[in-house]
């Protein structure tokens, strides 16, 4: 059986991804932190791993992209799921007996809207499903938890108001992640990361080696390096596989014109 690590408590929206990638005959290995998701695939404890790699509406999850960069794993698969939050209590509860509201930071800010018509203290928690899990744990009445509804299912609490986000095109990417090249699918994209040089036009004649082959770049993403104030990695997805000899050249160009490339992985593109 498949062994998936994710982060959060069971319930988490990244576990609905896990699902959606993999089915529901699988294992599951929740973790507290991303970095926990990295360190446990690439000590085998698990078959894959799921993170979140940016959201629609807040951008991208910038501690993943660090730590893509850190760990010799491959990106192997990548999903596109729709976030729908739902308000949740301890059955018995109603909507205005509720004074005090958790959940992770990100799903408070893509409900604010509702949020501002309700009289609470807004908390704050490192997770999602772990805000649901605590108030059934420690029997908190009057406060509520914004969750996904399998969350609800999971800890036996009451659905007070379901699709409260504020926008409802609201998406989140998750990758797995594995020590594992992925399988080659229809429509492939490829993910990197490099480091341009530090001469004038050099970010111009890196991005030029995927213009001039007509290789159509999904995002380009920079991020402050570790190794040295002031110097940025780039975070490159394009459509196309290793495989391909068109992008191949485009690789063996681009690593004249960086002092630094690393390929993240040729993966299935998701459906959006």
């Not at 991208?60 to 729709?82: F, H, M, Q």
């Not at 739902?86 to 930071?105: D, F, Q, R």
């Not at 402050?224 to 990695?233: A, C, I, L, M, T």
């Amino acid at each position: 059986m498949l062994k998936i690590a994710f982060q959060g408590d069971r319930g988490a929206f990244s576990e609905d991804a896990v699902i959606k990638l993999f089915g529901k005959d699988i294992d599951f290995l929740p973790c507290h932190r991303f970095h926990d998701v990295f360190q446990a695939t690439s000590e085998s404890k698990v078959n894959f791993g799921v993170v979140p790699i940016e959201n629609s509406q807040a951008g991208s999850i910038n501690e993943t992209y660090d730590l893509l960069l850190a760990y010799p794993l491959k990106i192997c698969a990548e999903i596109v799921l729709r976030i729908s939050h739902c308000l949740m209590a301890l059955p018995g509860e109603c909507l205005t007996n509720i004074k005090t509201v958790y959940s992770h930071p990100q799903a408070l800010a893509q409900c604010d809207e509702f949020l501002s018509g309700m009289d609470a203290e807004i908390i704050p928690v490192y997770d999602t499903a772990g805000s649901a899990k605590m108030i059934r744990e420690k029997h908190l009445r009057g406060c509520a938890a914004i969750a996904s509804g399998r969350a609800a299912e999971i800890y036996g609490m009451e659905i007070l108001a379901p699709k409260i986000e504020t926008n409802v095109n609201n998406y989140t990417r998750f990758l797995a992640i594995s020590k594992q090249e992925a399988q080659l699918g229809e429509k492939n994209k490829t993910s990197i990361v490099f480091i341009a040089k530090h001469v004038p036009g050099a970010l111009y004649r890196a991005l030029g080696a995927f213009a001039n082959r007509n290789i159509n770049l999904n995002k380009l993403e920079s991020r402050p390096g570790r190794s040295k104030p002031w110097e940025y990695v780039f975070y490159v997805d394009f459509e196309g596989h290793l495989n391909d000899q068109v992008c191949q050249q485009a690789i063996e160009e681009l690593q004249k014109e960086a002092i630094f490339v690393k390929i993240l992985g040729s993966y299935p593109q998701a459906e959006h």
